[in-house]
């Protein structure tokens, strides 16, 4: 019997497809490919394949019980481990894509750039077509940021701060770990003792049991009146309402969510109008941006190698930790 | 008789204040500061004063046949080169202050991100209260950028985007001299070769004879049809017509103007309502920022011992080429 992959993709180009090819005949596998468009197809297929490539919760819940690996091109892989009924077999491998880190790097540098130069402020006027003095603004330049995660997602951002001239970079993760880039990092056991002094705390936590409301209300109330919130993790690790709240009444500066809970969130939901609040629909980890799905695409290829070695593949997500 | 310094400034610290007061003492010269609601005082007297340090066409009006050197605290000189009755005394020297470049490279990089990843076009949904999928971006990294102007801002834009992994930066100056951080600068007389194969152009030109209507609607017709546009410089670099023209019809993918002509723009103005347009009030060389206070003073003290050993100092401006 052959051994196969079902590949359910959008954006795959036809090198991308080349080198998928290519991993596959290498690690002994035969690559079916599917466009969104082709579920029924790529259901029929997945029947009799023993990997899946794609970010289908549907189309999981679909696979058979001889799925051994599922690789999801997102890096938040949080549907997949909160319930595991979706996997047919409880001991299938999960592993994620985190080609991401460049294209939500540049959505942070986006958005701070923005809160410190005012520009939700600005855009307002604009649009009712008036002009205004300059309002006191702040730069990158000289200035410190605390970073709630230290992944990929936070090695990108740091490396970018620092080539713009930030004086201090502090990052908190779940061991403490050194990372490069960062001035220091301390676990987020010690993040309450560091809130009160963050002046733009930059957050790209995954979604697990830990991280939800990881900044509640009493922890929003330590930020200092002219810190910035930056939130392209997870919509669950920010306690929304006393947020609005902090916002709207002055007691923090503004802030800038790609993500959200719920998700698209509902049109009468307070979010919508909450003060110097950047809001964008969850788009900051763009997988149309070539270089995304590139690593994206290469990350796989690496593990199918691997898995046709039979080693255990490099970005394998422990289910019950949640990344 | 003792010879005296009127400074009518927004914005200095007392570290500011101190810091001139030393650099005057040093070249024998009494300090006198004024705030902007002071400008009867500042007036009277300036008219026992040599140097005036300020940001006002009226007060130097005002100055009298034995004013010396002007120092003004702004990057754009052109209202005092356009027009020389402004100087009562013909051989006035002026000096100007650029200590913008830290501050407007921030403001170009986040206007360059919100234009490559849409923000005008998910702004627009934002503001509707709903929600979209992910639109087709571009990224600063492996991207390439074309600058209109290599200096101070030039420099320090090239500098920001090499950090975030700009694969090409190409420079054009009226010298074409090779330029630090540049892959290439040539001679702005080359401007129709090269603008065909523009991604991102960014102006940051001074406003002088040669750069009215540099990017007229001949050039904005040279572009490619994804090429983006922005402008730090000055409004009349661009013919604004064709450029709305361009913009409305899809010719060009967006624009992003902090300058333009007249400022302030009037309400019927058709630059405000535009296509994928960023507008700014003239707000991306913003004194408050400490970091460009602090180097606009450090310039003006520097240039005060040099005059005070008698040499001219190191920001003159060529008044009649105006920059």
Redesign the interface.
């Known amino acids: 019997m052959s051994r196969e992959i079902c590949i359910y993709q959008e954006f795959l180009t036809d090198a991308h497809r080349a080198a998928i090819r290519s991993a596959a005949d290498q690690a002994g596998l035969i690559p079916h490919f599917f466009t969104l468009d082709q579920f029924e197809e790529a259901r029929e297929c997945l029947q009799h394949c023993e990997v899946l490539y794609a970010h289908s919760v549907k189309l999981l819940r679909a696979a058979p019980a001889s799925l051994k690996w599922y690789c999801c091109s997102f890096a938040g892989v949080d549907p997949y481990c909160k319930d595991p009924s979706v996997f047919a077999n409880p001991d299938c491998m999960l592993t994620n894509s985190n080609g991401y880190g460049?294209?939500i790097a540049?959505?942070v540098?986006?958005v701070t750039?923005?809160l410190?130069?005012r520009?939700p402020e600005?855009?307002a006027?604009?649009r009712d077509?008036k002009?205004?003095n300059?309002?006191?603004?702040?730069?990158?330049?000289?200035n410190e940021f605390t970073l709630l995660g230290t992944g990929n997602i936070g090695s990108n951002v740091a490396e970018?701060l620092r080539?713009?001239?930030a004086a201090k970079i502090t990052g908190l993760s779940r061991s403490g770990q050194a990372v490069s880039g960062f001035d220091a990092v301390y676990p987020i056991s010690r993040l309450d003792e560091i809130l009160p002094s963050a002046k733009i705390l930059i957050m790209s936590l995954p979604g697990t049991a830990e991280t939800v409301h990881i900044l509640d209300r009493a922890r929003i109330a330590l930020l200092p009146r002219d810190a910035y919130v930056i939130n392209v993790g997870r919509g669950t690790a920010i306690e929304q309402m006393p947020l609005i709240e902090a916002l709207n009444e002055g007691r923090l500066a503004g802030a800038a969510l790609d993500v959200m809970d719920p998700?698209?969130?509902p049109?009468d939901h307070p979010l919508?109008s909450a003060k110097n609040l950047i809001?964008?629909?969850h788009?900051s980890g763009?997988?149309?941006?070539?270089?995304t799905c590139d690593v994206n695409v290469e990350m796989f290829c690496a593990d199918l190698l691997r898995y046709g070695q039979g080693k255990l593949p490099q970005n394998l997500v422990d289910r019950t930790r949640g990344y």
Chains 1, 2 share one sequence.
Do not use: A, C, F, K
Not at 286 to 291: A, I, K
């Open positions: 460049v294209t540049e959505h540098v986006m750039l923005m410190l130069r520009m600005y855009e006027v604009v077509r002009w205004t300059q309002l006191p603004i702040r730069s990158i330049r000289d970018r080539g713009m001239g998700e698209p969130l049109p919508w809001l964008t629909p788009v763009n997988m149309t941006l070539g270089y």
